[in-house]
């Protein structure tokens, strides 16, 4: 079967820096993206990996290593607003995206 | 611009009745999605659109069915609804972003089906 493993939750300090990683397990490959989420709201697209190494948007950066079929989401300077679910989400092959159960981030004053 | 509009947000069906789930998106995009939502599964495709006059099964198709009805619209059918099927259901349409495709979501559907 197809899988993502993602870690259920973390808590981080305002200001501080948190990593939010995800594992995969997939019949195709063609990139790794990642999507935040508020509390009922809807995904929105934050960024994604093709090929290995480090991606950054601002204080977002991404991370892909296919070899370890490893990335993660590195949060800089973490605000009251980062508090939300993200998602990894695998682009398997055509239009099939299938995403992570997706971890929540808890950003503490 | 509206973005992806869906309609109904809020529904409540009792068991074995049918209903319609509308989208629409105003981006041009040829790629549309329909995704449920449950706690702690994250989202899982039902079904999508590759282009119009396409449709095919994602992770989870039983018990539904979709139509694309033109370029703009991509509907999703419950022809008998089940409790199992209460979820938040959320449609989406894509345009490619490198080797990706780029999802861009509805605001949503809560159904509960009693």
């Known amino acids: 079967g197809q899988s993502l493993e993602q870690p259920s939750e973390v808590t981080a300090v305002e200001g501080a820096i948190v990593q939010m990683n995800c594992t995969y397990q997939?019949?195709?490959?063609?990139?790794l993206s990642w999507y935040q989420q508020h509390d009922g709201g809807a995904p929105t697209f934050l960024s994604y990996n093709a090929l290995d190494g480090l991606e950054e948007t601002g204080r977002f950066s991404s991370f892909l290593s296919r070899s370890d079929s490893y990335g993660y989401l590195l949060l800089q300077e973490l605000q009251m607003k980062d508090s939300a679910s993200y998602f990894c989400a695998v682009n398997t092959g055509g239009f099939k995206t299938i995403f992570g159960a997706g971890t929540r981030l808890f950003v503490k004053a | 611009n509206a973005g992806v509009t869906q309609t109904p947000k809020f529904q409540v069906l009792k068991t074995r009745q049918s209903m319609t789930l509308q989208c629409a998106q105003d981006?041009?995009?040829?790629?549309m999605y329909w995704y449920r939502q449950d706690p702690g599964m994250g989202l899982r495709l039902i079904y999508y659109?590759?282009?119009?006059?396409?449709?095919d099964k994602g992770e989870v198709p039983n018990g539904y069915n979709v139509s694309r009805l033109n370029k703009r619209e991509f509907s999703l059918r419950l022809e008998s609804a089940a409790p199992s099927q209460t979820s938040v259901y959320f449609c989406?349409?894509?345009?490619?972003?490198?080797?990706?495709?780029?999802?861009?979501f509805g605001s949503g559907t809560q159904l509960s089906v009693l």
């Open positions: 989406a349409s894509s345009v490619p972003q490198g080797a990706v495709e780029k999802l861009f």
């Open positions: 981006m041009n995009h040829n790629s």
């Open positions: 997939t019949s195709g490959f063609y990139g």
């Open positions: 659109s590759a282009s119009e006059g396409t449709t």
